[in-house]
């Protein structure tokens, strides 16, 4: 296949780590359909099987991509079962990967357009795929179809949009002098971001409450003494909780879905 102006580049997330090939392995798929396809690496250090990061590391880096980019996705602790295979388009991009709620960050803010279940098997890398590897088999070789500029109806059955498998998270409740969301993911440093956004909490005086503690708002980690907790309007547009040169998990125990509440200083 030659390079063609409507190539587009595919970006891969998985939670398969750098010490095995693979990740190797599906790019060596997708070059083998088209070595002209720009590849860009988002994370394959997701831990194993676990959605809740995929699911936001996706919707986090979304908005930063060209137009039209595949994001191929593989977080897939139901692979081989009965989950389905799905392929999106939205307005602003392409998504594949299992249907099991990893894509739900970003269709909260790019709904769907179409979807289609990848039932046809001249698009698969072989037509008998390993049960425990859909991202070699079905996965790259679709989404390298799909940036080459083969039709989303093409690759499958269309579905219900509406079928589409939800994420188990629910929105913030939010009144006048409080809000109620929890913890949607943790970085490797530590802290914690909530699913509450930072437009909630522009131009008001605010703190966060977990249980008995109260931890105080500022605008850098640097606003408090080393070691010490702080609440904060993170770069990715969600309020974060965070130590300064420390760990806010740690120190507070929270795991993913944990629930937590902002409340405002009337």
């Not at 030659?2 to 998985?14: E, G």
């Not at 693979?22 to 997701?46: E, R, S």
């Not at 081989?80 to 894509?103: E, H, M, T, W």
């Not at 219900?160 to 006048?176: D, G, K, M, R």
């Amino acid at each position: 296949m030659t390079k063609s102006s409507k190539t587009k580049a595919i970006a891969v997330l998985t939670d398969f780590g750098l010490e095995d090939g693979y990740v190797g392995i599906m790019k060596g798929v997708m070059a083998t359909i088209n070595p002209y396809i720009p590849i860009i690496d988002l994370t394959h250090q997701i831990a194993p099987q676990q959605i809740w990061a995929a699911r936001f590391c996706l919707m986090n880096a979304y908005p930063y991509f060209p137009r039209d980019t595949v994001f191929l996705a593989v977080v897939d602790p139901g692979v081989g079962s009965k989950r389905r295979s799905v392929a999106i388009k939205c307005s602003q991009g392409y998504l594949v990967g299992p249907d099991n709620g990893l894509f739900s960050g970003i269709l909260a803010e790019d709904p769907a357009i179409k979807a289609v279940s990848l039932t046809n098997s001249d698009y698969w890398r072989i037509p008998d795929p390993s049960l425990t590897f859909h991202g070699r088999d079905i996965f790259a070789p679709v989404a390298a179809y799909l940036a080459s500029g083969v039709a989303l109806e093409t690759l499958g059955n269309i579905i219900p949009i509406n079928s589409l498998v939800p994420f188990p998270l629910e929105s913030p409740q939010v009144t006048a002098k409080k809000i109620e969301g929890s913890i949607q993911y943790i970085d490797h440093f530590g802290n914690l971001i909530t699913n509450i956004s930072s437009m909630e909490v522009r131009d008001k005086d605010w703190s966060v409450k977990i249980d008995d503690k109260i931890i105080k708002s500022g605008l850098t980690y640097s606003d408090v003494a080393k070691e010490e907790m702080i609440t904060l309007m993170g770069s990715h547009g969600w309020i974060e909780i965070a130590v300064n040169g420390g760990n806010a998990q740690d120190k507070l125990q929270l795991q993913w879905g944990d629930d937590i509440t902002i409340i405002f200083e009337m």
